[in-house]
């Protein structure tokens, strides 16, 4: 099974920057939406942003807005966090969109396959 696969994650200061790259090149994936979830200990999964195969749309969580940024070329999905808070703390997910559609979906289940996750750990 074709999987994402996640890298750049690590230990990073508080108000800090990091950028996650997340691997999903081919026809698996260009004509389809892809995004980003974490999930932190005893927490469950949440979005945390999303782009659009084609059209250019983005969406974000409100928590992230303003300090995130995903983007996205041939080869990659990437996330840059900048301003970084200890809650920010996750494994960090890449997954894709289950169908063809452009519009942002910010649902686990509107997603199939997923990455293997990269930790994300914000020291204060």
């Known amino acids: 099974q074709v999987q994402p696969v996640e890298s750049g994650g690590g230990l990073v200061q508080a108000g800090g920057s990091a950028t996650l790259s997340c691997a999903a090149s081919?026809?698996?994936?260009?004509?389809?939406?892809m995004a980003w979830f974490r999930q932190a200990p005893g927490k469950e999964r949440e979005f945390v942003a999303a782009?659009?195969?084609?059209?250019?749309r983005k969406g974000y969580e409100d928590s992230v807005k303003g300090r995130f940024a995903i983007s996205r070329d041939s080869a990659n999905v990437y996330l840059q966090m900048n301003s970084l808070y200890p809650e920010d703390t996750a494994v960090y997910y890449c997954?894709?969109?289950?169908?063809?559609?452009?519009?942002?979906?910010?649902?686990?289940?509107?997603?199939?396959?997923w990455g293997q996750g990269t930790q994300v750990t914000i020291s204060s």
């Open positions: 081919g026809e698996t994936f260009s004509t389809y939406n």
């Open positions: 997954a894709r969109g289950i169908t063809h559609n452009t519009d942002i979906a910010t649902g686990p289940g509107e997603y199939d396959y």
């Open positions: 782009i659009s195969w084609i059209g250019g």
